[in-house]
C-alpha cells in the first residue's frame, strides 16, 4: 500500500493561513501605490482631485504623457542616464568583482587589514565639501567622470560578493585550475566568473538601479543642462509645472481662477506621468533578472 501523504496539523494550517494573509496585506500595500500612479497617470486631473478615481482609470487621457514627451529635454535626460547607467554599472562592477575576490582568497597576504579599511569607509566620510573639493582638483566638474567614479565602489556590494566567493567557488576547483598552469587572472576570468552569474546579476542590478535613480551627484557637480540626467530633468518639469499653476494672487476674478486651477489639475497629471516614466524602464527590465537576483542574494547570506 502506498505511504500516505503527511496530513498537516491544526497548527499547521493556521500558520500558512496567517502567512497567506500576511503576504496578502504585503502585496496590497506595495502594489497599490503603484496601480495608483499609473491610473493617476491617464485619469482625468478632475476625477484624481476629486477623489472618485481611486483604483482604476477614470476618464482616461494621455496628455499628461504628451506633455511630458514634447519636452525635448526628456530625450537628452534619457539618453544621458542611458549611457550614466551603463557606464557606470559597468565601471562598478569592474571595480567590486575583482576587489572582492581578492579579498576572498585565503592566500592573500593582508586580507583582513584591507578588509578593516574597507569597513572604516562604511562608517566615516569626509563629508559634502571636501567630496566636491576632491572632485574639483581632479578636473572632473561638469563630466561623465563626476557621475561614474566618485561611487563607483559600495563597500557593502564588495562585503556581499565576497561572501559570495567564499561560500560558492570550491577552493579545490582553484587549486586544480592553478595546477593545470592557469594564471590568477585567467582563473578569475575564466573559472570564477562563469561560475558567479547570480551574484553578477545581482550587482549589475543594485549598481544599475543606484544610476538610474541618482540625482544627488548631478545636482551638485554638473551645469550643463545637456549633460543632465532623467531625473534632474523631471525635477525641473515638476517644478516649473508646479510654480506655473501657484502664479497669481491677489484679487482675482472667475476666469482667473477657472485658468489657475486647470494649471493646478495639468499640473497635477504631468506629475503622475512623469513618475512612471522614471519608473518603468527598471520594472520591466527586473523581472529578467529576478531568477539570479535572488539566487545571488539567497547563496551570498549563507555565511558572512
Known sequence: MASQAIRESRGDRIFLAVNYVYLLIALVIVAYPVLYMLSASISSPQAVGSGEMWLFPKGITFEGYERVFQDNRIWSGYANTILYTVAGTLVSLAVTLPAAYALARRDFVGRNFFMAMFMVTMFFGGGLVPSYLLVKDLGMINTIWAIILPGAASIYNIIVTRTFFMSTIPRELEEAAQIDGASTTRLFLTVVLPLSMPIVAVMALFYGVGQWNSYFSALIYLNDE??????????????????????????????????????????????????IVATLPVIVIYPFLQRYFVQGVMIGSVKG
Open 226 to 275: 545637456t549633460k543632465y540626467p532623467l531625473q534632474i530633468i523631471l525635477r525641473q518639469i515638476l517644478v516649473l509645472q508646479e510654480m506655473s499653476a501657484q502664479t497669481g494672487g491677489g484679487m482675482i476674478d472667475a476666469s482667473t481662477a477657472s485658468a489657475l486651477n486647470n494649471k493646478a489639475e495639468i499640473a497635477a497629471l504631468v506629475k503622475y506621468a512623469v513618475i
